[in-house]
């Protein structure tokens, strides 16, 4: 069973910066593009930023210049670097990841981890 464990979530001020991680449990197949994605209470689930398996990336323009999607191939995780945070950025930030096992596509999510930006 493949799952993704996120972590780095948290309550933070205006301006303050977080770090969120997310780990693929098991090094199954290959992991092809990997992402965060948040949902505000009342908002759909929404794509924050994106990063293939040949590091190209794309962010919501909300969090460009602020965000950072980065990925380490030998610990299959990917991170999120989150700077000057806003409390827009409020949301459950869900970590993605798509992988290909035995030539077929699936795609995984991870359970979730609370983001708060408040003074």
């Known amino acids: 069973q493949v799952q993704l464990v996120e972590s780095g979530g948290g309550l933070v001020q205006p301006g303050g910066s977080l770090r969120l991680s997310c780990v693929v449990s098991?090094?199954?197949?290959?992991?092809?593009?990997m992402g965060w994605y948040r949902q505000a209470p009342g908002n759909q689930r929404e794509l924050v930023a994106v990063i293939s398996s040949g590091a190209g990336t794309n962010y919501l323009d909300s969090v460009k210049g602020r965000f950072t999607i980065s990925r380490d191939n030998v610990k299959n995780a990917v991170y999120l670097q989150m700077n000057s945070l806003k409390p827009e950025d409020t949301a459950v930030y869900y970590c993605?990841?798509?992988?290909?096992?035995?030539?077929?596509?699936?795609?995984?999510w991870g359970q979730g981890t609370q983001v708060t930006v408040s003074s």
């Open positions: 993605n990841a798509h992988l290909r096992i035995l030539r077929q596509d699936y795609e995984y």
């Open positions: 098991r090094s199954i197949g290959s992991i092809n593009a």
